[in-house]
Protein backbone atom coordinates (compact mmCIF):
# COMPACT_ATOMS: atom_id res chain seq x y z
CA UNK A 1 0.00 0.00 0.00
CA UNK A 2 1.27 3.32 -1.10
CA UNK A 3 1.45 6.78 1.22
CA UNK A 4 -0.61 8.19 -1.91
CA UNK A 5 -3.18 5.90 -1.41
CA UNK A 6 -3.88 6.94 2.38
CA UNK A 7 -3.64 10.41 1.57
CA UNK A 8 -6.12 10.44 -1.58
CA UNK A 9 -8.72 9.07 0.37
CA UNK A 10 -7.79 11.44 3.69
CA UNK A 11 -8.71 13.72 0.50
CA UNK A 12 -11.95 12.51 -0.36
CA UNK A 13 -13.37 12.09 3.50
CA UNK A 14 -12.15 15.79 4.45
CA UNK A 15 -14.02 17.41 0.89
CA UNK A 16 -17.32 15.00 1.84
CA UNK A 17 -17.26 16.59 5.43
CA UNK A 18 -16.46 19.73 4.77
CA UNK A 19 -18.17 21.82 7.94
CA UNK A 20 -17.41 19.05 9.69
CA UNK A 21 -13.67 18.62 8.84
CA UNK A 22 -13.33 22.98 9.19
CA UNK A 23 -14.24 22.75 12.73
CA UNK A 24 -12.12 19.68 13.42
CA UNK A 25 -9.11 22.27 11.99
CA UNK A 26 -10.09 25.18 13.43
CA UNK A 27 -9.09 24.23 16.75
CA UNK A 28 -6.03 23.17 15.71
CA UNK A 29 -5.58 26.87 13.85
CA UNK A 30 -6.46 28.42 17.45
CA UNK A 31 -4.23 26.51 18.97
CA UNK A 32 -0.85 26.45 17.30
CA UNK A 33 -1.81 30.51 16.54
CA UNK A 34 -2.25 31.26 20.18
CA UNK A 35 1.37 29.45 20.57
CA UNK A 36 2.59 31.46 18.05
CA UNK A 37 1.64 34.51 18.67
CA UNK A 38 2.98 34.55 22.57
CA UNK A 39 6.00 33.38 21.01
CA UNK A 40 6.31 35.44 18.89
CA UNK A 41 5.25 38.62 21.19
CA UNK A 42 7.36 37.52 24.15
CA UNK A 43 10.57 37.09 22.21
CA UNK A 44 9.47 40.63 20.37
CA UNK A 45 9.00 42.11 23.94
CA UNK A 46 12.60 40.62 25.38
CA UNK A 47 14.40 41.25 22.26
CA UNK A 48 13.23 45.12 22.94
CA UNK A 49 14.22 45.41 26.37
CA UNK A 50 17.33 43.47 26.07
CA UNK A 51 18.10 46.00 22.84
CA UNK A 52 17.20 48.95 24.92
CA UNK A 53 20.08 47.69 28.15
CA UNK A 54 22.77 47.13 25.47
CA UNK A 55 21.92 50.64 23.78
CA UNK A 56 23.13 52.18 27.20
CA UNK A 57 26.14 51.39 27.31
CA UNK A 58 28.07 47.91 28.91
CA UNK A 59 30.41 49.64 31.54
CA UNK A 60 27.16 50.65 33.65
CA UNK A 61 26.37 49.26 37.19
CA UNK A 62 22.88 49.40 38.09
CA UNK A 63 22.55 49.55 42.48
CA UNK A 64 18.58 48.54 43.47
CA UNK A 65 17.22 48.95 46.81
CA UNK A 66 16.61 45.10 48.78
CA UNK A 67 18.60 42.25 48.48
CA UNK A 68 17.74 39.64 46.24
CA UNK A 69 19.78 36.03 44.68
CA UNK A 70 22.63 36.81 42.54
CA UNK A 71 20.90 35.54 39.64
CA UNK A 72 17.39 36.95 40.39
CA UNK A 73 15.39 40.07 40.69
CA UNK A 74 15.13 42.08 43.36
CA UNK A 75 11.98 43.02 44.92
CA UNK A 76 12.33 46.71 43.96
CA UNK A 77 12.62 45.31 40.70
CA UNK A 78 8.42 43.79 40.30
CA UNK A 79 7.14 46.99 41.80
CA UNK A 80 8.01 46.59 45.92
CA UNK A 81 8.95 49.93 47.03
CA UNK A 82 11.73 49.66 49.08
CA UNK A 83 13.14 52.75 50.88
CA UNK A 84 16.60 51.71 51.68
CA UNK A 85 18.59 53.79 48.97
CA UNK A 86 19.42 57.11 49.65
CA UNK A 87 20.60 60.31 47.86
CA UNK A 88 23.46 60.16 50.78
CA UNK A 89 24.35 56.80 49.30
CA UNK A 90 24.76 57.69 45.60
CA UNK A 91 27.32 60.70 46.82
CA UNK A 92 29.23 58.73 48.58
CA UNK A 93 29.96 56.21 45.96
CA UNK A 94 30.87 59.47 43.50
CA UNK A 95 33.40 59.99 45.89
CA UNK A 96 36.56 58.83 43.97
CA UNK A 97 38.10 57.34 47.74
CA UNK A 98 35.54 55.08 47.09
CA UNK A 99 34.77 54.09 44.00
CA UNK A 100 37.90 55.13 42.32
CA UNK A 101 36.67 53.62 39.08
CA UNK A 102 33.37 55.85 38.33
CA UNK A 103 33.23 58.48 35.75
CA UNK A 104 29.73 59.46 36.26
CA UNK A 105 26.12 58.50 37.46
CA UNK A 106 22.67 59.20 37.93
CA UNK A 107 19.74 58.63 40.57
CA UNK A 108 16.52 57.55 39.63
CA UNK A 109 13.23 58.66 41.11
CA UNK A 110 9.96 58.32 39.25
CA UNK A 111 6.58 59.70 39.35
CA UNK A 112 3.13 60.95 37.81
CA UNK A 113 0.77 64.11 37.39
CA UNK A 114 -0.97 66.36 34.95
CA UNK A 115 1.36 68.97 33.33
CA UNK A 116 -0.64 72.08 31.92
CA UNK A 117 0.19 74.71 29.49
CA UNK A 118 -1.72 77.57 28.14
CA UNK A 119 -5.01 75.21 28.57
CA UNK A 120 -3.92 71.99 27.33
CA UNK A 121 -3.61 69.21 29.94
CA UNK A 122 -1.56 66.31 29.74
CA UNK A 123 -0.42 63.76 31.98
CA UNK A 124 2.87 62.66 31.92
CA UNK A 125 5.22 60.77 34.14
CA UNK A 126 8.26 62.74 35.78
CA UNK A 127 11.57 61.83 36.72
CA UNK A 128 14.11 63.27 39.75
CA UNK A 129 17.85 62.75 38.83
CA UNK A 130 21.23 64.54 39.00
CA UNK A 131 22.82 66.35 36.78
CA UNK A 132 25.19 63.50 35.44
CA UNK A 133 22.45 61.36 34.23
CA UNK A 134 23.19 63.03 30.71
CA UNK A 135 26.89 61.55 30.34
CA UNK A 136 25.44 58.68 32.34
CA UNK A 137 22.37 57.52 29.99
CA UNK A 138 24.13 58.72 26.67
CA UNK A 139 21.59 61.11 26.23
CA UNK A 140 21.62 64.29 24.18
CA UNK A 141 19.78 67.87 25.20
CA UNK A 142 18.50 69.50 21.63
CA UNK A 143 17.60 72.87 23.06
CA UNK A 144 18.22 75.14 25.68
CA UNK A 145 20.32 72.91 28.72
CA UNK A 146 20.21 69.90 31.20
CA UNK A 147 20.85 71.06 34.54
CA UNK A 148 23.81 71.76 37.42
CA UNK A 149 25.30 69.93 40.46
CA UNK A 150 24.50 72.88 42.45
CA UNK A 151 20.97 72.50 41.37
CA UNK A 152 20.36 69.04 42.55
CA UNK A 153 19.44 69.94 45.45
CA UNK A 154 18.76 73.45 45.64
CA UNK A 155 15.06 72.46 45.36
CA UNK A 156 15.13 74.59 41.79
CA UNK A 157 11.71 74.27 39.92
CA UNK A 158 13.23 73.91 36.70
CA UNK A 159 12.41 71.38 34.00
CA UNK A 160 13.71 69.37 30.74
CA UNK A 161 11.21 68.26 28.76
CA UNK A 162 11.41 64.62 26.37
CA UNK A 163 10.69 65.93 22.58
CA UNK A 164 7.47 64.40 22.73
CA UNK A 165 5.93 66.57 25.55
CA UNK A 166 7.73 69.19 24.20
CA UNK A 167 5.75 68.62 20.66
CA UNK A 168 2.73 68.21 22.76
CA UNK A 169 2.51 71.21 25.04
CA UNK A 170 4.37 74.01 22.29
CA UNK A 171 4.25 72.55 19.10
CA UNK A 172 6.73 73.80 16.30
CA UNK A 173 5.26 77.41 16.52
CA UNK A 174 6.78 78.42 20.47
CA UNK A 175 10.28 78.14 22.06
CA UNK A 176 9.95 76.01 25.20
CA UNK A 177 12.80 77.74 26.75
CA UNK A 178 12.07 79.67 29.59
CA UNK A 179 8.64 79.11 29.31
CA UNK A 180 6.34 78.28 33.09
CA UNK A 181 4.46 74.71 32.79
CA UNK A 182 2.70 73.44 35.91
CA UNK A 183 3.40 70.29 37.30
CA UNK A 184 0.60 69.04 39.31
CA UNK A 185 0.34 72.02 41.71
CA UNK A 186 3.63 73.25 40.97
CA UNK A 187 4.91 75.71 38.63
CA UNK A 188 7.97 74.87 36.70
CA UNK A 189 10.68 77.06 34.58
CA UNK A 190 11.77 74.93 31.07
CA UNK A 191 15.77 74.80 30.23
CA UNK A 192 16.06 72.49 27.92
CA UNK A 193 14.61 69.61 25.34
CA UNK A 194 15.66 66.00 24.82
CA UNK A 195 16.83 64.95 21.13
CA UNK A 196 13.73 61.99 20.19
CA UNK A 197 15.40 58.88 22.38
CA UNK A 198 12.87 56.18 21.68
CA UNK A 199 11.33 53.86 24.63
CA UNK A 200 13.38 52.08 27.22
CA UNK A 201 11.85 48.87 29.07
CA UNK A 202 8.69 50.15 28.18
CA UNK A 203 8.85 53.31 29.78
CA UNK A 204 8.87 55.92 26.85
CA UNK A 205 11.93 58.61 27.54
CA UNK A 206 10.71 61.28 25.20
CA UNK A 207 6.96 61.32 26.93
CA UNK A 208 9.02 61.89 30.66
CA UNK A 209 9.52 65.33 32.11
CA UNK A 210 12.82 65.68 34.11
CA UNK A 211 14.02 67.40 37.29
CA UNK A 212 16.40 67.85 40.14
CA UNK A 213 16.32 64.97 42.50
CA UNK A 214 15.35 66.74 45.07
CA UNK A 215 12.81 68.17 43.86
CA UNK A 216 10.98 65.28 42.80
CA UNK A 217 11.71 64.04 46.72
CA UNK A 218 10.37 66.94 48.94
CA UNK A 219 8.47 69.11 46.67
CA UNK A 220 6.55 66.81 43.85
CA UNK A 221 6.30 63.05 46.43
CA UNK A 222 7.53 63.71 49.55
CA UNK A 223 10.10 60.83 50.21
CA UNK A 224 13.62 60.56 50.91
CA UNK A 225 14.66 57.55 48.84
CA UNK A 226 15.50 56.31 45.37
CA UNK A 227 14.46 54.18 43.13
CA UNK A 228 17.75 52.89 42.03
CA UNK A 229 20.56 54.80 40.58
CA UNK A 230 23.38 53.78 37.99
CA UNK A 231 27.21 54.69 37.97
CA UNK A 232 29.47 54.40 34.44
CA UNK A 233 33.10 53.19 35.10
CA UNK A 234 36.03 54.50 32.95
CA UNK A 235 36.22 50.68 31.43
CA UNK A 236 34.46 47.14 31.52
CA UNK A 237 37.41 45.95 32.29
CA UNK A 238 37.34 47.27 35.82
CA UNK A 239 34.09 46.26 36.35
CA UNK A 240 34.12 43.71 38.86
CA UNK A 241 36.68 46.02 40.83
CA UNK A 242 33.88 48.97 40.95
CA UNK A 243 31.08 46.58 41.78
CA UNK A 244 33.27 45.50 44.82
CA UNK A 245 34.02 48.95 46.03
CA UNK A 246 30.68 49.52 45.51
CA UNK A 247 29.19 46.84 47.66
CA UNK A 248 31.96 48.15 50.37
CA UNK A 249 30.70 51.85 50.48
CA UNK A 250 27.18 50.70 50.97
CA UNK A 251 27.97 48.04 53.48
CA UNK A 252 30.18 50.64 55.27
CA UNK A 253 27.22 53.42 55.20
CA UNK A 254 24.42 51.12 56.06
CA UNK A 255 26.51 49.17 59.08
CA UNK A 256 26.46 46.17 57.68
CA UNK A 257 28.60 43.30 58.47
CA UNK A 258 27.15 40.15 57.14
CA UNK A 259 26.50 39.61 53.82
CA UNK A 260 23.20 37.69 54.21
CA UNK A 261 21.95 41.38 55.81
CA UNK A 262 22.37 43.16 52.51
CA UNK A 263 19.84 45.49 52.26
CA UNK A 264 20.55 46.88 48.09
CA UNK A 265 21.54 44.47 45.11
CA UNK A 266 24.13 45.71 42.78
CA UNK A 267 24.04 44.52 38.98
CA UNK A 268 26.67 45.14 36.09
CA UNK A 269 25.01 45.45 32.63
CA UNK A 270 25.33 41.69 32.02
CA UNK A 271 24.44 40.29 34.64
CA UNK A 272 21.39 42.98 34.35
CA UNK A 273 20.82 41.26 30.69
CA UNK A 274 21.04 37.63 32.23
CA UNK A 275 18.72 38.24 34.96
CA UNK A 276 16.28 40.17 32.46
CA UNK A 277 16.49 36.91 30.02
CA UNK A 278 15.91 34.43 32.13
CA UNK A 279 12.64 36.41 33.88
CA UNK A 280 11.02 37.33 30.71
CA UNK A 281 12.25 34.11 29.27
CA UNK A 282 10.29 31.88 31.79
CA UNK A 283 7.17 34.48 31.69
CA UNK A 284 7.03 34.06 27.71
CA UNK A 285 7.30 30.25 28.34
CA UNK A 286 4.97 29.64 31.10
CA UNK A 287 2.36 32.08 28.94
CA UNK A 288 3.01 29.56 25.74
CA UNK A 289 2.18 26.24 28.06
CA UNK A 290 -0.47 28.01 28.79
CA UNK A 291 -1.79 29.29 25.47
CA UNK A 292 -0.82 25.25 24.35
CA UNK A 293 -3.60 24.27 26.43
CA UNK A 294 -6.11 24.66 23.55
CA UNK A 295 -4.34 22.68 21.56
CA UNK A 296 -5.50 19.85 23.83
CA UNK A 297 -8.91 21.08 23.47
CA UNK A 298 -8.14 20.44 19.43
CA UNK A 299 -7.40 17.40 20.02
CA UNK A 300 -10.20 16.06 21.62
CA UNK A 301 -12.04 17.67 19.05
CA UNK A 302 -9.79 15.26 16.31
CA UNK A 303 -10.45 12.15 18.57
CA UNK A 304 -14.03 12.78 18.45
CA UNK A 305 -14.07 13.49 14.42
CA UNK A 306 -12.53 10.42 13.94
CA UNK A 307 -14.50 8.14 16.34
CA UNK A 308 -17.56 9.64 14.13
CA UNK A 309 -15.79 8.86 11.07
CA UNK A 310 -15.13 5.36 12.09
CA UNK A 311 -18.60 4.50 12.84
CA UNK A 312 -20.07 6.30 9.44
CA UNK A 313 -17.41 3.81 7.35
CA UNK A 314 -17.85 1.20 8.97
CA UNK A 315 -19.13 -1.00 5.96
CA UNK A 316 -16.24 0.29 4.20
CA UNK A 317 -13.92 -0.73 6.42
CA UNK A 318 -15.55 -4.07 6.05
CA UNK A 319 -15.14 -4.09 2.53
CA UNK A 320 -11.44 -3.48 2.54
CA UNK A 321 -10.76 -6.18 4.75
CA UNK A 322 -12.64 -8.36 2.73
CA UNK A 323 -10.97 -8.01 -0.19
CA UNK A 324 -7.54 -8.26 1.74
CA UNK A 325 -6.31 -5.02 3.53
CA UNK A 326 -4.75 -5.87 6.50
CA UNK A 327 -5.09 -4.41 9.79
CA UNK A 328 -1.88 -2.06 9.66
CA UNK A 329 -3.31 -0.55 6.74
CA UNK A 330 -6.16 0.31 8.16
CA UNK A 331 -5.14 1.68 11.41
CA UNK A 332 -2.20 3.60 8.59
CA UNK A 333 -5.37 4.83 7.12
CA UNK A 334 -7.11 6.80 9.76
CA UNK A 335 -3.98 7.70 11.45
CA UNK A 336 -2.77 9.03 8.34
CA UNK A 337 -6.36 11.10 8.07
CA UNK A 338 -5.84 12.61 11.69
CA UNK A 339 -2.07 13.17 10.87
CA UNK A 340 -3.06 15.46 7.46
CA UNK A 341 -6.07 17.22 9.69
CA UNK A 342 -3.62 18.17 12.04
CA UNK A 343 -1.23 19.35 9.77
CA UNK A 344 -3.67 21.46 7.97
CA UNK A 345 -4.81 23.27 10.78
CA UNK A 346 -1.31 23.59 11.86
CA UNK A 347 0.38 25.45 8.79
CA UNK A 348 -2.98 27.42 8.95
CA UNK A 349 -1.91 28.28 12.19
CA UNK A 350 1.44 29.43 12.07
CA UNK A 351 0.56 31.43 8.83
CA UNK A 352 -2.40 33.50 11.40
CA UNK A 353 -0.29 33.75 14.41
CA UNK A 354 2.50 34.87 12.13
CA UNK A 355 -0.03 37.74 10.49
CA UNK A 356 -1.07 38.58 14.05
CA UNK A 357 2.33 39.06 15.29
CA UNK A 358 3.40 40.93 12.22
CA UNK A 359 0.12 43.19 13.18
CA UNK A 360 0.98 44.03 16.59
CA UNK A 361 4.31 44.86 16.00
CA UNK A 362 3.12 47.56 13.51
CA UNK A 363 0.72 48.62 16.22
CA UNK A 364 3.40 49.10 18.69
CA UNK A 365 5.79 50.58 16.54
CA UNK A 366 3.29 53.03 15.69
CA UNK A 367 2.90 53.83 19.89
CA UNK A 368 6.63 54.60 18.81
CA UNK A 369 8.45 51.85 20.59
CA UNK A 370 11.62 50.11 18.30
CA UNK A 371 9.59 46.82 18.56
CA UNK A 372 11.45 43.86 16.82
CA UNK A 373 9.19 41.94 14.50
CA UNK A 374 10.95 38.36 15.77
CA UNK A 375 9.50 34.73 14.86
CA UNK A 376 12.03 32.32 15.44
CA UNK A 377 12.35 28.89 12.96
CA UNK A 378 12.50 26.81 15.95
CA UNK A 379 9.59 27.93 17.56
CA UNK A 380 7.79 27.25 13.33
CA UNK A 381 9.44 23.86 13.82
CA UNK A 382 7.82 23.41 17.00
CA UNK A 383 4.23 23.91 16.03
CA UNK A 384 4.63 21.88 13.29
CA UNK A 385 5.94 19.03 15.62
CA UNK A 386 3.11 19.59 18.48
CA UNK A 387 0.58 19.25 15.03
CA UNK A 388 2.16 15.84 14.41
CA UNK A 389 2.28 14.77 17.67
CA UNK A 390 -1.13 15.51 18.02
CA UNK A 391 -2.47 14.03 15.20
CA UNK A 392 -1.04 11.05 16.29
CA UNK A 393 -1.94 11.17 20.07
CA UNK A 394 -5.22 11.82 19.37
CA UNK A 395 -5.74 9.54 16.00
CA UNK A 396 -4.54 6.25 17.79
CA UNK A 397 -7.20 5.51 19.37
CA UNK A 398 -9.89 6.07 16.81
CA UNK A 399 -7.48 4.44 13.99
CA UNK A 400 -6.76 0.76 16.19
CA UNK A 401 -10.85 0.97 16.61
CA UNK A 402 -11.08 1.32 13.20
CA UNK A 403 -7.90 -1.78 12.49
CA UNK A 404 -9.77 -3.96 14.79
CA UNK A 405 -13.34 -4.35 13.38
CA UNK A 406 -14.35 -7.90 12.56
CA UNK A 407 -15.37 -7.82 9.23
CA UNK A 408 -18.33 -10.35 9.00
CA UNK A 409 -20.07 -8.14 11.53
CA UNK A 410 -18.99 -5.01 9.88
CA UNK A 411 -20.21 -6.07 6.75
CA UNK A 412 -23.85 -6.73 8.37
CA UNK A 413 -23.22 -2.71 9.72
CA UNK A 414 -26.54 -0.89 8.48
Do not use: C
Request: proline share 3%; no cysteine; glycine share 10%.
Amino acid sequence: MNLSDPLKISYRNLVAAKFRSFLTILGIVIGIASVIIIMAIGTSAQELILNQIRGVGSNLIGVLPGASEEKGPPASALGVVITTLKYGDFKALMEKSNVPDAVSGAVYLSGNDTVQFQGINKNYTYQGTTYGYVETENATVANGRFFTKDEDTSLARIAVLGSSVADDLFGNTIDPIGKKIKIGDQSFDVVGVFAERGSAAFSNQDTTIYMPIYTAQKIMLGVDYLNYLRIKVDSETNIDRAKADVITTLRERHDIDNPEDDDFSVRDQQTGLDVINNVTGAIKYFLAAIAAVSLLVGGIGIMNTMLISVNQRIREVGLRKAIGAKNAAILLQFLVESIVVTLIGGVAGILLGVIVAGIAALIIQKLGYAWPFVVTLPSILVAVGISFFVGIFFGIYPARKAAKLNVVEALRYE
